[in-house]
């Protein structure tokens, strides 16, 4: 069972280094069903892993009026949970999407809780993270200088890694699956609206990926 579960995540490293675009990855769900990415094709995606018990989870708000504002024009929200984090993501995924329903009235996708770093990492954000690196918290936002201290006091070199950091990191996909941006969990909000508008202004290309 070991070596085949180390054959899996041979496997899910491979696909994550020859993937050319978000694409070429399968997700599964919030009811465990399998997605093909390119279902998404010819939108603008923002990648985001979540949580419901982080000082960053009022952000569902923001993010869901990002959707309402922009869906009709192209834009797709995936919400990852993930528990990695000070485990502030517990509880099964019928109760994170009561969570966000209720507080939050969120209708953007919401996918199956995941690991986002580690040897479990999924392979979707193991693609991601390589197209874009850790890009640093904002020095002036309060919980930004907590995290930097809390982790430069486990490893200083923190910030030559290119792992998910915390909840709500980001990525912006444009329309023809490139990964163009990074946010980290204290960017602001009309930071990242500006460049999803920008992106949304820009046609696909012709060329089909397969």
């Keep these: 069972m070991k070596r ?9 490293g491979l696909l994550s280094l020859s993937a050319q675009t978000v694409y070429d990855f399968n997700v599964k769900d919030a009811e465990g069903r399998d997605v093909a990415l390119s279902c998404y094709k010819g939108k603008v995606l923002l990648i985001v892993n979540t949580a419901t018990h982080c000082g960053f989870t009022p952000q569902y708000k923001e993010l869901e009026a990002l959707y309402q504002s922009y ?4 834009l797709e929200i995936l919400d990852f949970p993930c528990n990695q984090f000070g485990g502030q993501a517990p509880g099964t995924m019928q109760e994170i999407r009561q969570f966000c329903t209720e507080k939050y009235d969120t209708h953007f996708p919401q996918f199956e809780k995941i690991d986002v770093n580690g040897s479990n990492a999924s ?3 193991t693609y991601l993270k390589s197209q874009k690196g850790f890009g640093g918290f904002d ?7 907590l995290l930097d201290k809390m982790l430069r006091e486990k490893n200083p070199d ?8 915390w909840n709500f990191t980001k990525f912006l996909v444009s329309r023809d699956g490139r990964v163009m941006k990074r946010y980290e969990p204290t960017e602001k909000i009309h930071i990242i609206e500006a460049d ?4 949304l202004a820009q046609p696909a290309t012709t060329k089909k990926n397969k």
């Excluded at 999803?196 to 992106?199: G, L, R, S």
Aim: charged residues 25%; proline residues 6%; contains cysteine.
């Design 123 to 125: 392979p979707l954000f």
């Design 139 to 145: 020095p002036t936002d309060r919980i930004g200088q």
């Design 4 to 12: 085949f579960l180390l054959c899996l995540a041979a496997a899910a």
């Design 71 to 74: 869906a009709k024009d192209g």
């Design 196 to 199: 999803i508008k920008k992106y």
């Design 158 to 165: 923190y910030t030559k890694s290119s792992d998910i950091m």
